[in-house]
T-cell receptor
Framework: NAGVMQNPRHLVRRRGQEARLRCSPMKGHSHVYWYRQLPEEGLKFMVYLQKENIIDESGMPKERFSAEFPKEGPSILRIQQVVRGDSAAYFC???????????FGPGTRLTVL | AQSVSQHNHHVILSEAASLELGCNYSYGGTVNLFWYVQYPGQHLQLLLKYFSGDPLVKGIKGFEAEFIKSKFSFNLRKPSVQWSDTAEYFCALNSGGYQKVTFGTGTKLQVIP
């Protein structure tokens, strides 16, 4: 699971700015998942992507949040016009085509001032 | 809808004590069950998983878990904890063929030397 890379590890933004979080899946994995962990809470599913496709975005807030996983390059979770309530740890996970087990990255801790 | 309950939010044990962390889930169909661990400042690591077969699953670092279908439970156990087991433990599930993982709220384990 050390193969899932996320950057940056820590991100500080002021209210109204944009946050871009990157995730490079483990080598050979084509499925990416994003989760959010709020303080004192468990991880909540946000979105599930395969290359160039959003498969399930049922956990994504309806506004300001978007995700992509282009043919080339990392998956991006984008949060526009951040608010204090967006402060959380955002974890990316990846899995293989069999997609039975997800392996997690180190997370990006977003702080909104 | 699937859900996972971890009733113990914070557990404190002395070294060499035995550990059992409760996990109950709610879902009517086939499930895959997981325990993840998050050591302080680190990302989630997979401890063990159950897909099918022997309901007693052995994982890394001496942990094991037992799937009891009739009780919708997947409790985590370790006969003798060490200080290095201090971490947060998450029970999780996904339903067969569907990739979204649902996490419990986590149990923080503190082992006192």
């Amino acid at each position: 699971n050390a193969g899932v890379m996320q950057n940056p590890r820590h991100l500080v933004r002021r209210r109204g700015q944009e946050a871009r979080l990157r995730c490079s899946p483990m080598k050979g994995h084509s499925h990416v998942y994003w989760y959010r962990q709020l303080p004192e809470e468990g991880l909540k599913f946000m979105v599930y992507l395969q290359k160039e496709n959003i498969i399930d975005e049922s956990g994504m807030p309806k506004e300001r949040f978007s995700a992509e996983f282009p043919k080339e390059g990392p998956s991006i979770l984008r949060i526009q016009q951040v608010v204090r309530g967006d402060s959380a740890a955002y974890f990316c996970a990846s899995s293989s085509e069999r997609a039975d087990t997800q392996y997690f990255g180190p997370g990006t801790r977003l702080t909104v001032l | 809808a699937q859900s996972v309950s971890q009733h113990n939010h914070h557990v404190i044990l002395s070294e060499a004590a035995s550990l059992e962390l409760g996990c109950n889930y709610s879902y009517g169909g086939t499930v895959n069950l997981f325990w993840y661990v998050q050591y302080p400042g680190q990302h989630l690591q997979l401890l063990l998983k159950y897909f099918s077969g022997d309901p007693l699953v052995k994982g890394i670092k001496g942990f094991e878990a037992e799937f009891i279908k009739s009780k919708f439970s997947f409790n985590l156990r370790k006969p003798s904890v060490q200080w290095s087991d201090t971490a947060e433990y998450f029970c999780a599930l996904n339903s067969g063929g569907y990739q979204k993982v649902t996490f419990g709220t986590g149990t923080k384990l503190q082992v006192i030397p």
